[in-house]
């Protein structure tokens, strides 16, 4: 960076990829970091507990801090901290319905779900009912929130290499696309799912600790005084609307509903992820699944705090204007922010972590995809259940892990520059409508039966899906991801609103609709398992 | 999980029945419920409320507090506080009226596998 003070737009955009050398060498150590913690927890990864569960050996405290590793994504990290910066109080509205996702993960889910299952999410769905059908249909769910889930952090990925590492031509990022994709197939193949923890583990630390201190030292500048900063923000951004709701979604009636609708299916989302459930199964017991939930919940909501001040801190001292003309825009906030405070170094330092955050919430994506094909559909619906070499289920894990890697490559590489942005939205949405009604009935409802399941899981997945299609965010607008085309009819780009409502009703009509009748000793089975985690699996020695 | 007890000879049918009826099973059960419902409505209705006030209410969001605090801004803290207040109350709950439970019934189902 040789220009330490910053005045014009285009100059800051050139900071900002400035030292791409730099930024890549510090990658390059958390890299190398890393695999070193992967080849050693490879030597440990033999059965498929150990591959899917990490043998479920974690603690509590470490599975927590992997939880918010995996849940902050850099969607989450650049994107909050950049839509707080540019329209101010409404992007601090997406990072509260985050967390308090969460108490619907401690209550409900979270424990019961441990107690119940081995693996994945279809362990516990299909537990009572008919196997193979819910088994299929949770596994397709599984596949599909992964999917979208995925391909968003990979089309991301084309505008940081961009704005972190200054490239600029297409093929150029599609190589750091791949690069960034091979070595996360890496992790996955040679680590399993214990490597990935590790993984997840140091992202988060390096995260919340950069994080915290570009929070600290920002709230320095300002005397440690909040409201200082908010006054700020309003002097440089010329405005005073930025501290008021309303910026980005309060434009008119239908941008409300829109907004309510988001609202809803991120609180409701987060509970049904498969990729956050499958990390529940890497702790010895239900009380670690509970306290991994606690710790998740104090780092992930101190972390929303700092994005807090990270985004007002943006507004301040980088300027909107500024913000929106870098490459990247509103994700460039938080990088903008620390070449600004720390200089190239705390750049680079952001930079490798916003890469890592890919790197690792992909990995994550990947595993939980290749487990739930490996152990639902080629384990249990392929073969049966009757495999005997459960090394046979594990080589099959790592060959899809491999293809879902590739894909995610091709995916990102062919959606980057593309407005792919509601596919986040659509992972929570799906997994609020087609997950989470299914997880609850079969947790706490004793008449739900195979029926029911099928019609909320496939109803949900259907009906989110449909309406994002025929929605604003695909055609009909200038955003769309098509804006020359006009097929759109359904208003609102979130389809929450409708989905998640019809997916409940649809579970439970389809139970009482149907002729099927739930397998009474089974539910008596698996509630004295998930309250009391009598029979759960144990933590494997090595 | 198949529909077949597991290969390690797991508890029987009428095991997991017995279970299901005994006085500690039933106990855990309410005790568990009665926290996490009520405090599911609860939390839900005070998230929903404030989504709601944020969306539509942009006046009332809009008062100045503290310095240049505003009602918003304050709302938005609580939530976080409530929902780490929550944390700790289930957490303190679970440890100490639920895991006493759930232990005498998980001996009383592995007990008895002999």
Same mark, same amino acid.
């Given at each position: 960076m040789t220009h330490p003070t910053t005045t014009t737009g285009p100059l800051l955009a050139q900071t900002a990829g400035g030292s791409p050398y730099l930024n890549m060498g510090i990658f390059g150590i958390f890299v190398l970091i890393t695999m070193i913690a992967v080849f050693r927890a490879s030597r440990n990864t033999r059965t498929a507990a150990d591959y899917y569960a990490a043998g479920r050996a974690f603690s509590g405290s470490q599975n927590g801090v992997a939880i918010s590793g995996d849940y902050l994504s850099a969607a989450s990290f650049l994107g909050i901290a950049g839509a707080i910066a540019v329209h101010g109080y409404d992007g601090f509205l997406y990072s509260i319905g985050f967390l308090v996702a969460w108490l619907v993960a401690l209550l409900l889910v979270a424990e019961l779900l441990r107690n119940t299952g081995r693996y994945t999410m279809a362990d516990v769905l299909s537990f009572r009912m008919r196997q193979r059908p819910v088994r299929v249909a949770a596994s397709i769910s599984t596949l599909s929130v992964s999917f979208f889930y995925l391909l968003a952090q990979m089309a991301g990925a084309g505008g940081l290499i961009a704005l972190l590492l200054g490239i600029q031509d297409r093929v150029g990022q599609s190589i750091v696309i791949a690069v960034v994709g091979a070595l996360m197939i890496l992790y996955v193949l040679i680590g399993g799912m214990r490597g990935t923890t590790w993984v997840q583990i140091i992202k988060a630390v390096l995260l919340i600790a950069g994080a915290g201190v570009m929070t600290l030292w920002v709230l320095a500048m300002y005397g440690m005084n909040l409201s200082s900063l908010l006054g700020a923000a309003v002097d440089a951004?010329?405005? %005073? %609307?930025?501290?008021? *709701?309303?910026?980005?979604?309060?434009?008119? %009636?239908? !941008? /409300?509903?829109? $907004?309510?609708?988001? +609202?809803? +299916?991120?609180? #409701? =989302? !987060? +509970? =049904? #992820? *498969?990729?956050? #459930?499958? /990390? $529940?199964y890497t702790v010895p017991n239900s009380k670690e699944a509970r306290r991994s939930v606690q710790w998740a919940i104090w780092l992930i909501g101190l972390f929303y705090l700092f994005t807090l001040v990270l985004g007002y801190g943006a507004a301040a001292i980088v300027g909107r204007d500024t913000i929106l003309d870098a490459p990247g825009g509103v994700n460039s906030a938080a990088p903008l922010l620390a070449a600004e405070l720390g200089g190239p170094l705390l750049l680079g330092f952001i930079a490798a972590v916003a890469f890592a955050t890919i790197l690792a919430v992909v990995a994550g994506l990947t595993i939980t995809a290749s487990a739930s094909f490996a152990h639902d559909i080629y384990a249990n619906v392929i073969k049966r259940g009757k495999l005997d070499d459960k090394q046979q289920e594990v080589r099959v894990a790592r060959i899809t892990a491999v293809v879902v890697g590739l894909v995610s490559i091709l995916g990102g590489i062919a959606a980057n520059g593309q407005n792919v942005a509601f596919l986040v939205a659509l992972a929570f949405a799906v997994a609020a409508s087609a997950n989470l009604p299914t997880i609850l009935y079969s947790l706490f409802w004793k008449r739900f039966s195979t029926t029911g399941a099928l019609w909320s899981m496939y109803g949900g997945l259907g009906i989110t899906v449909t309406l994002i299609i025929f929605s604003p965010a695909v055609s009909g607008s200038e955003t769309a991801m098509f804006p020359g085309a006009d097929f759109a009819w359904f208003p609102l780009s979130n389809p929450g609103i409708v989905s998640i409502p019809l997916s409940f009703l649809l579970g439970y009509l389809g139970t009482v609709l149907s002729k099927d009748r739930p397998d009474e000793a089974k539910f008596r089975e698996m509630e004295v398992r998930a309250l009391s985690g009598a029979g759960a699996e144990k933590a494997t020695e090595h | 999980m198949s529909t077949t007890p597991p290969d390690d000879g797991g508890p029987s049918p009428t095991t997991w029945h017995e279970a299901h009826e005994s006085p500690d099973f039933v106990e855990l059960r309410r005790r568990l419920r009665t926290f996490v419902f009520p405090t599911t409505g609860l939390f839900l209705t005070w998230y929903l409320l404030y989504v709601i006030l944020a969306d539509y209410a942009h006046g009332l969001m809009s008062i100045r507090v503290l310095g240049n605090v505003n009602l918003g801004l304050l709302l938005g803290l609580l939530q976080f506080v409530t929902t780490f207040l929550i944390t700790v109350l289930y957490i303190r709950f679970a440890n100490r009226r639920l895991d006493p439970l759930a232990e005498a019934v998980r001996e009383r189902v592995e007990g008895g596998r002999g």
């Open positions: 951004s010329g405005t %005073e %609307e930025i501290l008021n *709701p309303g910026l980005q979604y309060g434009i008119s %009636e239908l !941008t /409300r509903l829109d $907004f309510l609708s988001l +609202a809803i +299916a991120l609180v #409701l =989302g !987060t +509970a =049904g #992820l *498969p990729h956050i #459930l499958m /990390r $529940f | -």
